[in-house]
């Protein structure tokens, strides 16, 4: 089976949403003023439903890669529930 990749460039998941016409927002990371997020490292990537991305480490706490579920309604896992999500 061949495996589809969607590329998203890093530019467009810095600007605000106002200024990229013709795009609505569906759903955003959960982020609190106790637990921000740190920079973002790399350019999102979307495969089978799962949003990829890197965050960079500061020197004193490493970068995390964070995986998204598109449609947390699904049971990616198998765990016979659906994901949580915001």
Request: proline share 9%; aromatic share 12%.
């Amino acid at each position: 089976m061949r495996q589809r990749w969607i590329w998203v460039a890093l530019w467009l998941a810095g600007m605000p949403l106002s200024s990229r016409a013709g795009l609505d927002e569906k759903w955003r990371f959960p982020e609190t003023d106790e637990n921000p997020l740190p920079p973002i490292y790399s350019s999102p990537v979307v495969s089978r439903g799962v949003v990829y991305f890197a965050s960079e480490g500061d020197g004193n706490a490493p970068g995390y890669l964070y995986a998204l579920d598109v449609n947390p309604s699904q049971d990616l896992d198998g765990d016979g529930t659906a994901e949580d999500a915001a």
